[in-house]
């Protein structure tokens, strides 16, 4: 099959959908190079959209990198052409996350274009979620859509699950004693204070969600120490429900292969009706990190925490415009 002729609306729609993917605190680390002579979209990391003290091995941002090449997949196969993608081109280019051709018209991949719908629905939601279980054979459907994409879903017992969520409350407690984490996380908030980035990234205040009554709250408190008008308080689920996305290996390939089936599991889940966040912080503290695995699970190096659940969907966050991640070359 002949590659596709990229024309500019056509690559700018599938750029669109792309960018509705989730990353740490909204930063949007990516950057799209359309090459029109020969058919490619490069994905390149932006570094200066990193994290350095939350984020210094550039996991998160790969995460968000390989998510967001995971909706350009599902753009794709939703106008009926087909990505092949290849990782990491270029040993001596790490930012140069991937290349991405596309074969078609023809036969698309069903089960990626019936995600498309999600693209725009799916929110982080900073609700409280109600007790109500899942249902077994949703979450094989979730376990099934991160094995996919070559990642392991792993829903851990009550044990694990209070173990996580103790380790959770911990990094609340490194997070509150590190005022290096407190000021990169207040520049990735906005509140509509003087002197805040701009509006087409970070995280609004609406997105924050309600306060906790207490302190059983899975989900980060973006607007902690601040004064927030109108902000609710809210109890939030006693048990939450999560699943620990994972993989064997803890390299960039491996980050992007996790942040494609995160996007994936997060794309399902609302399909599904479920709500869902995403809780990284015991993550991001390397003496936290390793206690989130479970030494029984098949998962190597544990990627990602995601709360599920019956709850309020969270609203869209706002993104940048198509002009300024994507160039033509």
């Not at 004064?227 to 006693?238: C, D, H, L, M, N």
């Not at 695995?293 to 309020?312: A, C, E, K």
């Amino acid at each position: 099959m002949s590659t596709t002729a990229l024309t500019r609306p056509l690559v700018t729609s599938l750029i669109e959908d792309a960018v509705t993917a989730p990353s740490m605190h909204n930063a949007q680390p990516w950057k799209f190079v359309c090459k029109t002579a020969t058919g490619v979209i490069e994905l390149h990391g932006d570094p200066l959209r990193g994290m350095p003290h939350e984020d210094p091995d550039h996991r998160a941002l790969h995460l968000g990198c390989g998510a967001a090449l995971f909706g350009l997949r599902v753009a794709a196969a939703h106008r009926a052409l087909r990505p092949v993608v290849r990782l990491l081109p270029y040993a001596d280019d790490p930012w140069h996350l991937s290349d991405v051709r596309f074969d078609g018209p023809g036969d698309a991949d069903s089960d990626l274009d019936v995600l498309h719908a999600a693209l725009s629905q799916r929110h982080t939601s900073r609700f409280p979620f109600t007790e109500e279980r899942i249902p077994s054979e949703v979450i094989d459907g979730l376990r099934a859509a991160a094995f996919l994409e070559g990642c392991r879903l792993v829903v851990p017992g009550a044990w694990h699950t209070d173990t996580v969520m103790e380790l959770v409350h911990a990094s609340e407690l490194f997070e509150a004693a590190d005022e290096a984490v407190r000021t990169e996380i207040a520049a990735w908030t906005r509140t509509g204070a003087a002197g805040e980035g701009p509006a087409t990234e970070g995280i609004p205040a609406y997105a924050f969600g309600p306060r906790q009554y207490d302190v059983t709250s899975p989900v980060r408190d973006f607007g902690a120490p601040r004064q927030v008008p109108g902000r609710a308080s809210a109890r939030f689920e006693k048990k939450p429900q999560i699943a620990l996305l994972g993989t064997v290996e803890d390299t960039p390939e491996a980050w992007l292969k996790a942040g494609q089936a995160l996007h994936r599991v997060l794309l399902q889940a609302t399909l599904d009706g479920l709500s869902t966040s995403l809780m990284s912080q015991p993550l991001e503290w390397p003496e936290l990190r390793s206690d989130t695995r479970d030494p029984g699970s098949t998962i190597g190096f544990v990627h990602m925490v995601i709360r599920l659940g019956y709850g309020p969907r969270g609203r869209a966050t706002p993104r940048r415009p198509v002009s300024e991640v994507l160039a033509f070359g």
